[in-house]
């Protein structure tokens, strides 16, 4: 591996994929970037003032939103003691922090075009430029790839078939989903 690689995931106000993103806002973000040397960190967003009046009421309950995200400081996340517990961040510091955690890096993820495109919005509306590299990396190609299997096809039975498993806690969690993507990759790779 030569450029870092980013595990994103994103958690948004709509799951439709309308012509422009604008009426989807993120409202969680999760990503571990691993540098070329192997090293990985992870990141996990709650942005806090999200923009809910395209909000799609099927879109959220997917993402569990009114039981996670943040409305106010005495919410537990407002004073996390988990140590990976999401930062709550304002969506113009979360969209600096993707700006900084992405640049120069490929996006990995389970159809990451949608994140691209929320992404790209989320940072173009801050006054920023997306400097991730345009080739994405879909975790869900490479498996039915590599099991052979022709579309459509269900995550969670490619993720079976390759050895992965992930908790109905950790599903449709940012930094849950992108874990479940480092996984499907790592395991598609051979990686330990």
Not at 32 to 57: F, S, W
Not at 148 to 163: A, I, V
């Amino acid at each position: 591996m030569t450029a870092p690689i980013v595990f994103v995931d994103t958690e948004t106000t709509s799951l439709r994929r309308p012509y422009r993103p604008a009426g989807r806002r993120i409202w969680e973000i999760g990503m571990i970037r691993r540098e070329p040397d192997g090293t990985e960190r992870e990141k996990g967003l709650l942005v806090y003032d999200v923009d809910l009046r395209d909000a799609d009421p099927a879109s959220l309950a997917v993402g569990r939103f009114h039981e996670r995200h943040v409305r106010g400081n005495d919410h537990p996340l407002a004073n996390p003691a988990a140590p990976d517990a999401p930062q709550v961040a304002e969506e113009a510091k979360a969209a600096a922090t993707v700006q900084r955690w992405t640049t120069g890096a490929h996006l990995v993820g389970a159809v990451p075009a949608f994140e691209d495109l929320g992404l790209e919005d989320l940072l173009y509306r801050h006054g920023l430029c997306p400097g991730w590299h345009y080739h994405l990396c879909c975790v869900e190609n490479l498996a039915a790839g590599k099991l052979g299997l022709q579309p459509p096809w269900d995550s969670d039975e490619l993720s079976r078939k390759l050895g992965v498993e992930v908790s109905d806690e950790d599903k449709h969690t940012a930094l849950g989903d992108a874990r479940w993507a480092k996984a499907v990759y790592d395991a598609v790779m051979g990686l330990p």
